[in-house]
């Protein structure tokens, strides 16, 4: 398979319908792939159909398809990704937002009452913004703020904070190891997607995961250690009755439980992705 896609290539004069037919990949990453290239609505691709490329077009559609036959992930690409109905620039300084985390957004506005003011919500690791938009975007009312470490990472929440949210928003990027830049303010709600696979896993090798940041990937320990500071510094910057959630591995629930019951949560539990995985475990503090 990797030597047919090598040696692929978009001829010069061919039809938009030909390279459909043609194209090694499959038939919808072929559609992205020439929507991308050709600027055109799927719409467009569809009635537009019997247009020729010239040379240029086939030189950069045939590169598109050699990248994502070296296994890039498309979303890196085309440099955006959909996440909550909006569509999230993404570069290789992030991860690729997936849609069993809207689950930790969904949980997140469960949380945040209609009829209080004065709301606000954490989004630790944030990455290309995609949890704290999402949120910020659905409840312009509360104020959201959004931290990583990685100042690359904090530059793509940025455009995107700009491209979904109206310049009055509620909301802020903190450059911060974590809490450590946050000093005592306390918030209704802290989400977090952290690094949470094992150090050696064979998935960080495969697929998408290896054009994936690392260290947004992996603790480069027992896939617990940023899930644990994280926990353990929460009660720290929640009001009372706050509510503290994380995504995590598919085998990793009930250690989080644990974790949270240790620090003395309240109604500790784990949610279920659409799989019906175990992918999001949070508590409450008094």
């Not at 300084?93 to 849609?99: G, S, T, Y």
């Not at 470490?149 to 009055?168: D, I, K």
């Not at 974590?178 to 090798?205: C, K």
Request: charged residues 20%; glycine residues 6%.
């Amino acid at each position: 398979m990797t030597q047919i896609f090598a040696q692929y290539a978009v001829e010069s004069g061919s039809t938009i319908a030909k390279v459909l037919q043609t194209a090694p990949l499959p038939p919808l990453e072929n559609r992205i792939l020439l929507m991308h290239a050709l600027q055109l609505t799927r719409t467009q691709l569809i009635t537009q159909d019997q247009r020729t490329l010239d040379a240029q077009q086939a030189q950069q559609l045939s590169a598109l398809f050699q990248r994502r036959q070296q296994g890039e992930p498309i979303a890196y690409i085309v440099g955006k990704r959909e996440f909550f109905g909006l569509k999230f620039i993404v570069t290789p300084d992030v991860l690729i937002p997936r849609p069993d985390t809207e689950l930790l957004v969904e949980l997140a506005l469960d949380r945040l009452p209609d009829d209080a003011t004065q709301l606000s919500v954490l989004d630790l690791g944030t990455g290309s913004g995609a949890i704290a938009i999402a949120i910020a975007h659905s409840r312009p009312d509360v104020a959201v703020t959004a931290v990583d470490v990685s100042a690359a990472a904090l530059a793509v929440t940025q455009r995107n904070a700009e491209t979904h949210l109206a310049p009055t928003a509620l909301f802020r990027t903190v450059q911060s190891d974590w809490y450590a830049a946050l000093s005592e303010q306390r918030f209704d709600v802290i989400v977090s997607n952290p690094p949470y696979i094992v150090d050696g896993d064979q998935h960080l090798s495969q697929g998408d995961l290896r054009f994936e940041p690392t260290d947004a990937l992996t603790d480069h320990a027992d896939g617990l250690s940023a899930l644990r500071r994280i926990i353990a510094d929460a009660k720290n910057h929640l009001k009372p009755d706050g509510w503290l959630l994380m995504e995590h591995g598919y085998d990793q629930a009930s250690a989080v439980r644990a974790l949270l019951q240790e620090q003395h949560f309240n109604e500790v539990q784990s949610w279920q992705d659409l799989a019906g995985i175990e992918r999001v475990s949070g508590g409450k503090i008094k």
